[in-house]
């Protein structure tokens, strides 16, 4: 854990920068974590103590520049502030370090492998994900887990985060209409959860079948009724009432 050595008086995060005004060097940047957002926004709906931001800085030290990674996740915090949400994430006023920070790994090299990993393990981050699609002898997606103040590489593709009660990984798919590699959250059973397009069509093809379903029920019982009907008249046609058969 951060060990804090900070002046009495602090300044809130409204009276922050809310940015370090770098651009991000390409879409994957915000796509990836994007995605794994808006999973996190279906799958924990009911949820309100938790936080998944995107390219927001993290301050530490009113006297230093926030560090900012391409997304993290916070648990224990407050959902939501008020309407004007967060502009950065301070420290000293949360109370907790984020369980989960995530690095996309661009052309322009950012000290992913360096830099950062000392400053997430300094901060007591558990759990630092670094993704570059543009490996190729080593595995895409790297979990780090932080044992005894030093950064330890998970096996396997997902990896099982027990203390977020989600896995993590990496497996093609479309998003955005891109089909290429992405990023998901896994259950312990390794079933990669839907995005929200996905469960979209999911619920549309189950609409649809039970339509079919309704369909086919409403044919058999007008059938049935026909059927009757023919019955009727035969034993009609015969000198039977049916009305008073039994």
Request: charged content about 30%; overall charge negative.
């Amino acid at each position: 854990m951060l060990e804090y050595n900070l002046p009495r008086y602090l300044p809130s995060a409204e009276e922050l920068p809310d940015s370090d005004e770098t651009p991000v060097d390409n879409e994957l940047q915000e796509l990836i974590p994007g995605l794994l957002k808006a999973i996190l926004l279906i799958l924990w709906s009911e949820r309100m103590d938790w936080l998944f931001a995107i390219d927001m800085g993290i301050y530490y030290h009113p006297d230093k520049p926030p560090i900012v990674p391409d997304g993290f996740l916070s648990l224990g915090v407050e959902r939501f502030y008020d309407e004007e949400l967060r502009p950065s994430y301070v420290l000293w006023d949360e109370n907790v370090v984020p369980i989960f920070v995530l690095e996309v790994v661009s052309q322009n090299y950012r000290k992913e492998y360096t830099t950062k990993l000392d400053e997430y393990a300094a901060l007591g981050v558990l759990y630092y994900v670094i993704y570059s699609s543009r490996r190729r002898r080593k595995p895409h997606l790297e979990v780090h887990k932080l044992v005894n103040g030093k950064y330890e590489l998970q096996e396997g593709n997902p990896v099982w985060l027990p203390e977020i009660g989600l896995g993590i990984g990496c497996e093609r798919g479309n998003y955005c209409g891109v089909m290429r590699e992405w990023m998901y959250w896994y259950d312990e059973q390794r079933q990669r959860y839907l995005t929200p397009a996905e469960q979209i069509k999911q619920e549309t093809q189950r609409a649809q079948q039970e339509a079919q379903r309704a369909q086919e029920e409403a044919q058999r019982a007008q059938q049935a009724e026909e059927r009757v009907q023919q019955l009727t008249e035969q034993l009609r046609a015969l000198g039977i009432d049916p009305d008073n058969l039994g």
